[in-house]
């Protein structure tokens, strides 16, 4: 079974994609460049030298031994960045409810259909981790979906540590004391083995104590890796918040154990829209951004969007993609529902682009076209909320690993032309 | 050119904002009063009358008789009761869904499964604002019970997150899931996956096994887990232990422990804790009573597993107040939390005094949860948490109008402004009802809906509470000239007055010269007076007609409440003669048959159309058949075939043509021979539509005419049809030229009936004599004045010869006649003077009148005299009339004498809204009028 499918992945990937240029300089030539870092460029020009952008501005003469990609007519802009996901991996979650020592490597799948789409749709950078139903369900992994290995894709590995405060089963109120209780069991641990490296006796430390504390210094039981770097602030937490309750109890945990973390927030936590700006941190949206909510007392449906209602109260969001109703699935569809209930364009781009990369850390690479960063970018044939737009052209890292024009897969799609 | 020093600007830049800071700190103080409370509790047991509630910054600062301190927001409780915010002890307020699997886990807290962004505004609306909330009753040691505010900032509402430990003695924890705990990964061969692991307790043996063991083990081990530590802050004594427990024997144990561990004890739910009231008050138990279900719910498991054989007994409550056994009485679920004061007053049932069941929903059971010091009572530095109640705590129906949490309103009920309940300790209705021990008048939209000491006050009702408050229909003056008299509204006000000498041929009503919202009327409803009786002034025998109109009100159609109240005949000029009384009888007689003209249209317009095709003769002139013009006026014969009837049936129909418009009737032997009216006819193009309609539905004839030969279809509703033919056999005179139609019927109206025989015909209208019409109808009098006793006499026996309702204005010289005023049934209007002083006799003509049973109103006569109207009643009753008498001419008797019965004068279901309430006996002279109402609205209240 597994040979089969490696086969038929290597075979997909000489079939429709053009293999790494060995070129050292990439150049993007004319188009309109949306930097998401300053204002658009028009009939712009890119250079990417050993994958970082050198020169971004309007367009002059190409260097000779440049790869041109020509973008004449076309809008260049930062590839998609999606901020948690659970895409390329067999099983969202692990069946025990508290595995904080499993990771999405040991998961994913590199053949999978997810990364091949991550193309077509335009996301150059995804953070995969484990689904919402969990206690602690492990560790995530940033990947670009281009590599043939877990290894060659991934960007940053032991990303962030996946928490639920929703219980899949039981209430929230027995969500919360296995929580504390999973959070004290280390704490406790790292008190003792601190005290026994440094032979003093133990002490009742508030939790930051673990902040200074040097990990490497002694030895962690493996699976306690991942929860003590968690607890030293060394690992981010993400915690699904289904509701507006769990956002209240997400921060207080955030507060108590001095943890490093995300929201990632549902539907009904748009009522927690003041507590969100009050904690100041960005937020990671679910997928489903639009619900009707039934009036208990006039039985009528009103319609809540929530990235709109988050904005409004001056929330900064990552927005996510899914496999949910009609086009969750692109990026560029999240950014136009946000859109079309009154978030500023500007707003929902960076929702897919700047944000995200920011929370996972990576603000300094990816999300904005800007000299220095990764030449991580997409051509787009229209604008990205124009619902015309198809990604042709994707460069990673000054790589050129998506073109449209040699897509046979989506040509045959589209054309009903037979695979070759 | 001067720089300005770099640290002279940031100093600059420093002061700003200090000085800006100023103002917001005073924005930030806010100060609240709650003023005009009838009584407020104190939920400590005593209760204020008249105090004011200050609240500033979210806090109590006075109660009691102080001043609304400046800047103060007041609200105003107008006449309501206020409490102390409700407490609820033990609610069912919860944590979402299932428990921890453990059958003892103190760690777990049920603040942390408490929705936070609930709606409870049901809760709040019901004036409750802070629950106990439970972990839920399903385990041995559940966890932390928390205390949470109902309303307000969603992520502050937990108050106290450990309030106490709760442990669960009832059938509930009988049966404890046993816990399977797989290791992570696949265990060796040696060490076999643990099967699943039972827990105590089965039975209440294990139960207090268990928790003893629990309990000895947070005492004493070494290094206990979460689930057993966390038990420790309960057995200090800094925090109570909740047991939740029904029965007694459960009871017991949870005594026992308390005695052995040294813990605040509080039994939750002890359906039969009044069995153990000393044992409990000998351990200093506090207990938290709930009620089963909410009336009609039987049969329900209440929280500890624990099934009712009945409804409790409400006694446990007072027997346990009794044994002084600190008592919160808690909602019996989630869903009843709102109706937490009607369960309270349940406990009054068994004897509970209502000041302790009041504190058991507020002081006691704020202490139970420990948060007295912030909420629970009245008193200062407490928060200004309270419930504007409409009546007192236990008064049914009594609903929370506005709830405050801090200040701050959080509920307020709307009320319906066309909704209002006048609630006062008397009620003189006037319709031969009393209500002597007070009672409410309903008012809605404008008319009273009901009346009586009965009445319930709807929740969404406008109150208009009036303590001491007598309540009578608004007195009615029977001759005014309020609204009218130049004096009252100036150089506009002589042109009226003017105008109302010349209201003389009854074309105009009084009130055409009214202005709504005339000032004029403000002296008159004040003194209650809510209808005035306009009459013009006088002069000729007919000096025109008297009108209704109401003192107060924003529109026209409002105020004029009949522009035919009455027909004035004055005679007072005249004296008694042959001619005078000729002509007055010619008068009335030209009135009555003008009346009468229109009664029988008015009655051939209701029984239909058959009498005046027969009364009025048609005017036909026969000619032989065979002439040219008209192809359908006639009379036709013929004969319609039915397929599946044996015979023809003979029919015929008289035909009419005008234009293109056919009318007539049509006849058949089928029908039984009754001609019935063409309500639909064309001609048009020798083809005939006629649409009539007939018992068995709507019949459409369509054929065509030639040469006076009719053939055609007709068909009967959905029943069937048939051919037609018919011949003309007569001809009637065809259409005349349009002017001499036009002059024919003018000069005779029968001439204009001949072309819609259908119609009653209608006569002609004289405005002048309009009026008559209602008066011959009995609705209205005539009111007369007249001088002599002979001559009032004859005047008397002609009008009730006609047969018209009569009422004599003026009484001065009544007493010499009254066999006449008996014989001829007639009202007087006594007035403006109420004594008559007569060879050294001081006469009171109304209470001689009304002690040989004749109707007597009073009549000011002037403008000025209608808010003087009570006075001069009053006066009436000085000199010998009965004060039951003196009120109902005030007000039923007049409205009666006009006509007016049905809107006006008595407090009954169906009346206008137009009350008066006294502070006293209304005709006594201490009385004064507290408000008025006109319409259901109120338009005057004594400051």
Same mark, same amino acid.
Not at chain 2, 526 to 536: D, R, S, W, Y
């Given at each position: 079974?597994?040979?089969?499918?490696?086969?038929a992945?290597a075979?997909?990937?000489?079939?429709?994609?053009?293999?790494p240029?060995p070129?050292?300089?990439v150049?993007?030539?004319?188009g309109?460049i949306?930097?998401?870092?300053?204002p658009?460029?028009?009939?712009g020009l890119?250079?990417?030298?050993?994958?970082?952008?050198t020169?971004?501005?309007?367009a002059?003469?190409?260097?000779?031994?440049?790869t041109?990609?020509d973008?004449?007519g076309r809008v260049?802009?930062?590839?998609?960045?999606i901020a948690h996901?659970q895409g390329?991996?067999?099983?969202?979650?692990?069946?025990?409810?508290?595995?904080?020592f499993?990771?999405?490597r040991?998961?994913?799948?590199?053949?999978s259909?997810?990364?091949?789409?991550c193309?077509?749709?335009?996301?150059?950078?995804?953070?995969v981790?484990?689904g919402h139903?969990?206690?602690?369900?492990g560790?995530?992994?940033?990947?670009k979906?281009?590599?043939?290995?877990v290894?060659a894709?991934?960007v940053?590995?032991?990303?962030g540590?996946?928490i639920?405060?929703?219980?899949?089963?039981g209430?929230?109120?027995?969500?919360?004391?296995?929580?504390?209780?999973?959070?004290?069991e280390?704490?406790e641990?790292?008190?003792?083995?601190?005290?026994?490296?440094?032979?003093a006796?133990?002490?009742?430390?508030e939790?930051g104590?673990?902040?200074d504390l040097?990990?490497?210094?002694?030895e962690?039981?493996p699976r306690?890796?991942p929860?003590?770097?968690l607890?030293?602030?060394?690992?981010?937490?993400?915690?699904w918040c289904?509701?507006?309750s769990?956002?209240?109890?997400a921060?207080?945990?955030?507060?108590?154990y001095?943890?490093?973390?995300?929201l990632?927030?549902?539907h009904g936590?748009?009522?927690a829209?003041?507590?969100?700006?009050?904690a100041?941190?960005?937020?990671?949206?679910?997928q489903?951004?639009?619900?009707?909510e039934?009036?208990?007392?006039?039985?009528?449906e009103?319609?809540?969007?929530?990235p709109?209602i988050?904005?409004g109260?001056?929330?900064?969001?990552?927005?996510?993609?899914?496999?949910?109703?009609?086009g969750s699935?692109?990026?560029w569809y999240?950014a136009a529902?946000?859109?079309?209930?009154?978030?500023?364009r500007?707003v929902?781009?960076?929702a897919v682009?700047?944000?995200p990369a920011?929370?996972?850390?990576?603000?300094?690479?990816?999300?904005?076209?800007?000299?220095?960063k990764?030449?991580t970018?997409?051509v787009?044939?229209?604008?990205?909320?124009?619902?015309r737009?198809?990604?042709e052209?994707?460069?990673?890292?000054?790589?050129?690993?998506y073109?449209?024009?040699?897509?046979a897969k989506?040509?045959?799609?589209?054309?009903?032309e037979?695979l070759? | 050119?001067t720089?300005i020093?770099p640290?002279?600007?940031l100093l600059?830049?420093?002061?700003a904002?200090?000085?800006?800071a100023?103002p917001?700190e005073t924005r930030?103080?806010?100060?609240?009063?709650?003023t005009?409370?009838?009584?407020?509790?104190l939920?400590?047991g005593?209760?204020l009358?008249g105090?004011?509630?200050?609240?500033?910054?979210?806090l109590?600062?006075?109660?009691?008789r102080v001043d609304?301190?400046a800047g103060a927001?007041?609200i105003?409780?107008?006449?309501?009761?206020?409490?102390?915010?409700?407490?609820?002890a033990?609610?069912d307020?919860?944590?979402?869904?299932?428990?921890?699997?453990?059958?003892?886990a103190?760690d777990?807290?049920?603040?942390d499964?408490?929705?936070?962004f609930?709606?409870r505004?049901?809760?709040?609306?019901?004036?409750?604002?802070h629950?106990f909330v439970t972990?839920?009753g399903?385990?041995?040691?559940?966890?932390w019970?928390?205390?949470?505010?109902?309303?307000?900032e969603?992520?502050?509402?937990?108050l106290v997150?450990?309030?106490?430990?709760?442990?669960?003695?009832?059938?509930?924890v009988?049966?404890q899931p046993?816990?399977f705990?797989?290791?992570v990964?696949?265990?060796p061969a040696?060490?076999p996956?643990?099967?699943?692991?039972?827990?105590?307790p089965?039975?209440?043996?294990g139960?207090?096994?268990?928790l003893?063991?629990a309990?000895?083990?947070?005492?004493?081990?070494?290094?206990?887990p979460?689930?057993i530590?966390?038990?420790?802050p309960?057995l200090s004594?800094?925090?109570?232990?909740?047991?939740?427990c029904?029965?007694?024997a459960?009871?017991?144990?949870?005594?026992?422990?308390?005695?052995?561990?040294g813990?605040?004890?509080?039994?939750e739910?002890?359906?039969?804790a009044h069995l153990?009231?000393?044992?409990?008050a000998?351990v200093g138990?506090a207990?938290?009573?709930?009620?089963?279900?909410p009336?009609?719910?039987y049969?329900?498991?209440?929280?500890?597993g624990?099934q009712p $054989? !009945?409804?409790?007994?409400p006694? +446990?409550?007072a *027997? &346990?107040?009794?044994? @002084?056994?600190?008592l %919160?009485v808690?909602?019996?679920?989630a869903a009843e939390?709102?109706?937490?004061l009607?369960?309270?007053?349940?406990?009054m049932?068994?004897?509970l005094?209502?000041?302790?069941a009041l504190?058991?929903v507020?002081l006691?059971?704020?202490?139970?949860?420990?948060?007295?010091?912030?909420?629970?009572s009245?008193?200062?530095?407490r928060?200004g948490?309270?419930?504007?109640?409409?009546?007192?705590p236990?008064?049914?129906g009594?609903?929370p109008?506005?709830?405050?949490l801090?200040?701050e309103?959080?509920y307020r009920?709307?009320?319906r402004s066309?909704?209002t309940?006048?609630?006062?300790?008397?009620?003189?209705?006037m $319709? !031969?009802?009393t209500?002597?021990? +007070?009672?409410v *008048? &309903?008012?809605?939209? @404008?008319?009273?809906? %009901?009346?009586?000491p009965?009445?319930?006050?709807?929740r969404?009702?406008t109150v208009?509470?009036?303590?001491?408050?007598?309540?009578?229909p608004g007195?009615?003056?029977s001759?005014s000239l309020l609204?009218i008299r130049?004096?009252?509204v100036?150089?506009?006000g002589?042109?009226?007055?003017?105008?109302?000498?010349r209201?003389?041929?009854?074309?105009?009503?009084?009130?055409?010269?009214?202005?709504?919202?005339?000032?004029a009327?403000?002296?008159?409803r004040?003194a209650?007076?809510?209808?005035?009786i306009?009459?013009p002034?006088?002069?000729q025998?007919?000096?025109?007609r008297?009108a209704a109109?109401?003192?107060?009100?924003?529109?026209?159609?409002?105020?004029?409440?009949?522009?035919?109240?009455?027909?004035?005949l004055?005679?007072?000029?005249?004296s008694?003669?042959?001619s005078t009384?000729?002509s007055?009888?010619?008068?009335?007689e030209n009135?009555?048959?003008?009346a009468?003209?229109?009664?029988?249209y008015e009655e051939?317009?209701?029984?239909?159309s058959?009498?005046?095709a027969?009364?009025t003769?048609?005017?036909?002139?026969?000619?032989?058949?065979?002439?040219?013009?008209?192809?359908?006026?006639?009379?036709w014969?013929?004969?319609?075939r039915?397929v599946?009837f044996?015979r023809?049936?003979?029919?015929?129909l008289e035909?009419?043509?005008?234009?293109?418009?056919?009318?007539?009737?049509?006849?058949?032997?089928?029908?039984?021979?009754e001609?019935r009216?063409?309500?639909?006819g064309r001609?048009?193009d020798?083809k005939?539509r006629l649409?009539?309609?007939?018992e068995?539905?709507r019949?459409?004839?369509?054929?065509?005419?030639?040469?006076?030969?009719?053939?055609?279809?007709?068909?009967?509703?959905?029943?069937?049809?048939?051919?037609i033919t018919?011949k003309?056999?007569e001809?009637?005179?065809?259409?005349?030229?349009?002017?001499?139609?036009?002059s024919?019927?003018e000069s005779?109206?029968?001439?204009?009936a001949?072309?819609?025989?259908?119609?009653?015909n209608?006569?002609?209208?004289?405005?002048?004599?309009?009026?008559w019409?209602?008066?011959?109808?009995?609705r209205?009098?005539?009111?007369v004045?007249?001088r002599?006793?002979?001559?009032?006499a004859?005047?008397?026996?002609?009008?009730?010869?006609?047969?018209?309702?009569?009422?004599l204005?003026?009484?001065?010289e009544v007493h010499?006649?009254?066999?006449?005023?008996?014989?001829?049934?007639?009202s007087?209007l006594?007035?403006?003077?109420v004594?008559?002083?007569?060879?050294?006799?001081?006469l009171?003509p109304?209470?001689f009148?009304t002690?040989?049973?004749i109707?007597?109103?009073?009549?000011?006569r002037?403008?000025?005299?209608?808010a003087d109207?009570?006075?001069t009643?009053?006066?009436?009753?000085?000199?010998?009339?009965d004060g039951?008498?003196?009120?109902?001419?005030?007000?039923v008797?007049a409205?009666?004498?006009?006509g007016?019965?049905?809107?006006?004068g008595?407090l009954?279901r169906?009346?206008?809204a137009?009350?008066?309430?006294f502070?006293?006996?209304?005709?006594?002279?201490s009385?004064?009028?507290?408000?008025?109402?006109?319409?259901?609205?109120?338009?005057?209240?004594?400051e």
């Amino acid at each position: 079974m597994k040979p089969m499918r490696t086969l038929a992945a290597a075979a997909l990937f000489l079939l429709s994609q053009s293999p790494p240029t060995p070129s050292q300089t990439v150049a993007i030539r004319g188009g309109r460049i949306l930097t998401m870092a300053g204002p658009e460029i028009e009939d712009g020009l890119i250079l990417i030298e050993n994958g970082r952008i050198t020169e971004i501005g309007p367009a002059r003469e190409v260097p000779w031994d440049a790869t041109v990609i020509d973008a004449k007519g076309r809008v260049v802009m930062p590839a998609f960045v999606i901020a948690h996901s659970q895409g390329g991996v067999d099983t969202a979650n692990e069946s025990q409810e508290n595995v904080p020592f499993v990771s999405v490597r040991d998961s994913l799948d590199a053949s999978s259909t997810y990364f091949e789409n991550c193309l077509r749709d335009g996301i150059g950078t995804v953070m995969v981790i484990p689904g919402h139903r969990t206690l602690i369900g492990g560790t995530g992994l940033v990947v670009k979906p281009f590599g043939r290995t877990v290894a060659a894709m991934t960007v940053v590995d032991d990303a962030g540590m996946k928490i639920s405060i929703a219980a899949e089963r039981g209430s929230r109120m027995s969500q919360i004391q296995k929580l504390r209780r999973a959070f004290d069991e280390i704490l406790e641990y790292l008190r003792r083995e601190k005290a026994k490296a440094e032979s003093a006796p133990e002490k009742e430390d508030e939790p930051g104590f673990l902040s200074d504390l040097d990990l490497d210094a002694f030895e962690i039981e493996p699976r306690k890796g991942p929860m003590s770097r968690l607890l030293s602030g060394k690992l981010r937490a993400y915690i699904w918040c289904p509701d507006a309750s769990d956002v209240i109890r997400a921060n207080a945990l955030i507060e108590a154990y001095r943890l490093d973390a995300t929201l990632v927030v549902g539907h009904g936590a748009w009522k927690a829209a003041d507590a969100l700006a009050r904690a100041g941190r960005p937020v990671i949206l679910d997928q489903e951004l639009e619900a009707f909510e039934t009036d208990r007392r006039t039985g009528k449906e009103v319609l809540r969007v929530l990235p709109a209602i988050l904005h409004g109260k001056g929330v900064r969001f990552a927005l996510t993609t899914g496999s949910g109703s009609y086009g969750s699935r692109y990026p560029w569809y999240q950014a136009a529902v946000a859109v079309r209930h009154g978030v500023p364009r500007d707003v929902a781009l960076r929702a897919v682009t700047q944000v995200p990369a920011e929370i996972l850390g990576l603000g300094d690479r990816i999300g904005t076209l800007e000299k220095g960063k990764d030449g991580t970018l997409i051509v787009l044939s229209d604008d990205p909320l124009s619902g015309r737009a198809f990604v042709e052209r994707m460069v990673i890292e000054g790589v050129p690993v998506y073109d449209r024009s040699k897509d046979a897969k989506l040509r045959s799609l589209l054309t009903g032309e037979a695979l070759p | 050119m001067t720089r300005i020093p770099p640290v002279f600007a940031l100093l600059a830049l420093l002061a700003a904002p200090v000085r800006q800071a100023r103002p917001q700190e005073t924005r930030g103080s806010t100060c609240v009063a709650v003023t005009g409370a009838r009584a407020v509790h104190l939920g400590t047991g005593a209760v204020l009358e008249g105090a004011t509630i200050v609240i500033r910054n979210g806090l109590i600062e006075a109660v009691g008789r102080v001043d609304v301190p400046a800047g103060a927001t007041v609200i105003d409780a107008e006449g309501g009761v206020v409490i102390p915010s409700l407490v609820d002890a033990g609610g069912d307020v919860s944590a979402d869904g299932s428990p921890s699997e453990e059958s003892v886990a103190a760690d777990v807290f049920a603040a942390d499964g408490f929705d936070l962004f609930a709606d409870r505004s049901r809760d709040v609306e019901g004036g409750v604002l802070h629950a106990f909330v439970t972990v839920g009753g399903e385990r041995l040691i559940g966890g932390w019970g928390a205390v949470a505010c109902l309303a307000g900032e969603p992520a502050s509402r937990i108050l106290v997150p450990r309030s106490s430990l709760e442990v669960t003695l009832g059938e509930s924890v009988r049966r404890q899931p046993r816990i399977f705990e797989p290791p992570v990964h696949p265990s060796p061969a040696d060490r076999p996956v643990p099967p699943a692991r039972p827990q105590l307790p089965g039975a209440r043996m294990g139960a207090i096994l268990a928790l003893r063991s629990a309990f000895d083990a947070a005492r004493t081990a070494a290094d206990p887990p979460a689930a057993i530590r966390e038990i420790l802050p309960a057995l200090s004594g800094a925090h109570p232990v909740r047991v939740r427990c029904h029965r007694a024997a459960d009871i017991a144990r949870a005594i026992d422990l308390s005695r052995d561990y040294g813990f605040r004890l509080i039994i939750e739910g002890g359906t039969e804790a009044h069995l153990l009231a000393d044992d409990l008050a000998a351990v200093g138990a506090a207990v938290v009573l709930r009620p089963s279900g909410p009336p009609g719910v039987y049969g329900r498991s209440m929280p500890g597993g624990f099934q009712p $054989d !009945g409804v409790p007994d409400p006694e +446990g409550a007072a *027997i &346990l107040s009794r044994a @002084g056994v600190r008592l %919160a009485v808690a909602a019996p679920g989630a869903a009843e939390v709102g109706e937490l004061l009607w369960y309270a007053g349940w406990c009054m049932r068994g004897g509970l005094a209502e000041s302790a069941a009041l504190r058991a929903v507020t002081l006691d059971a704020a202490r139970i949860l420990g948060i007295a010091e912030r909420t629970g009572s009245l008193e200062t530095g407490r928060e200004g948490n309270l419930v504007i109640l409409a009546d007192g705590p236990f008064v049914p129906g009594a609903a929370p109008r506005r709830v405050l949490l801090r200040g701050e309103t959080v509920y307020r009920r709307d009320v319906r402004s066309d909704l209002t309940a006048v609630v006062v300790d008397r009620i003189l209705a006037m $319709d !031969g009802s009393t209500a002597d021990d +007070g009672g409410v *008048i &309903l008012i809605e939209e @404008g008319r009273i809906v %009901a009346v009586g000491p009965d009445v319930a006050v709807p929740r969404d009702a406008t109150v208009l509470r009036f303590d001491g408050g007598v309540a009578t229909p608004g007195f009615i003056d029977s001759s005014s000239l309020l609204g009218i008299r130049s004096d009252t509204v100036g150089e506009e006000g002589e042109v009226r007055s003017t105008a109302l000498d010349r209201v003389v041929d009854m074309q105009d009503s009084p009130a055409d010269l009214i202005m709504p919202g005339d000032p004029a009327f403000a002296p008159a409803r004040a003194a209650g007076v809510t209808t005035v009786i306009l009459a013009p002034g006088g002069g000729q025998t007919v000096s025109g007609r008297a009108a209704a109109v109401k003192t107060a009100g924003r529109k026209r159609e409002d105020v004029v409440l009949e522009a035919t109240a009455g027909i004035r005949l004055d005679l007072s000029t005249q004296s008694l003669s042959r001619s005078t009384l000729d002509s007055l009888r010619t008068t009335l007689e030209n009135g009555r048959k003008y009346a009468e003209e229109w009664r029988k249209y008015e009655e051939a317009l209701k029984t239909g159309s058959g009498a005046p095709a027969a009364e009025t003769p048609r005017r036909r002139v026969t000619t032989p058949v065979g002439g040219t013009g008209d192809p359908v006026s006639g009379r036709w014969e013929g004969e319609v075939r039915v397929v599946g009837f044996p015979r023809p049936i003979p029919m015929t129909l008289e035909l009419h043509l005008e234009g293109q418009v056919v009318s007539g009737t049509v006849s058949s032997r089928l029908g039984g021979g009754e001609s019935r009216p063409i309500t639909e006819g064309r001609f048009e193009d020798g083809k005939l539509r006629l649409v009539l309609e007939s018992e068995m539905g709507r019949a459409v004839l369509e054929g065509t005419i030639s040469d006076d030969e009719l053939t055609g279809e007709i068909r009967v509703g959905d029943v069937g049809g048939g051919t037609i033919t018919a011949k003309r056999v007569e001809r009637f005179a065809g259409e005349a030229p349009a002017s001499e139609t036009r002059s024919a019927a003018e000069s005779r109206p029968e001439a204009a009936a001949a072309s819609r025989p259908a119609a009653p015909n209608e006569p002609k209208k004289d405005p002048a004599l309009e009026p008559w019409r209602r008066a011959f109808a009995g609705r209205c009098p005539v009111i007369v004045s007249v001088r002599g006793e002979r001559f009032a006499a004859a005047v008397l026996e002609l009008l009730t010869e006609l047969k018209v309702s009569v009422v004599l204005s003026g009484a001065d010289e009544v007493h010499r006649f009254p066999d006449a005023l008996t014989r001829s049934a007639a009202s007087v209007l006594v007035g403006p003077t109420v004594t008559a002083d007569e060879e050294g006799r001081r006469l009171n003509p109304a209470a001689f009148l009304t002690r040989r049973g004749i109707p007597v109103a009073f009549q000011s006569r002037s403008a000025e005299g209608s808010a003087d109207l009570a006075r001069t009643a009053a006066f009436a009753v000085h000199h010998g009339m009965d004060g039951g008498e003196a009120l109902r001419a005030l007000t039923v008797n007049a409205a009666r004498m006009f006509g007016l019965a049905d809107r006006i004068g008595t407090l009954a279901r169906g009346r206008d809204a137009d009350i008066v309430v006294f502070d006293g006996p209304p005709l006594h002279p201490s009385t004064r009028v507290v408000a008025v109402l006109v319409n259901g609205r109120l338009v005057h209240r004594k400051e």
